[in-house]
């Protein structure tokens, strides 16, 4: 199997503190069935212990230009894969 094609690797780090998502993530985590009304997340393969432990992490995104919480960037269409603490990222812009 060749190796995803990716425009940059990006390192998850961690903070001791929860991150908080932004709002217009949270609706679109609700619309695309991936948070429960009452704000819990839902991750398809994720464990309840995992989830928790990406919540205490987070990436300089290179195309938003700011540090987001993982679970902003497992969500996103850039993602492609997270191998050995570092995020695999398509690198395409975001049209809103």
Known sequence: MGELEHKY???VKTSEKLQKLPDEVK???KASG?????GKLKLKGVSPKMLKKMKQEY???PVLKQDI???QCFVCPNFQSRVMGKVLCKG???KK
């Open 9 to 11: 690797e990006v390192e």
């Open 34 to 38: 991936m948070m429960d009304d009452k």
């Open 69 to 71: 919480q993982f679970v």
């Open 59 to 61: 990436v300089e995104c």
């Open 92 to 94: 395409d812009s975001l």
């Open 27 to 29: 609706d679109e985590l």
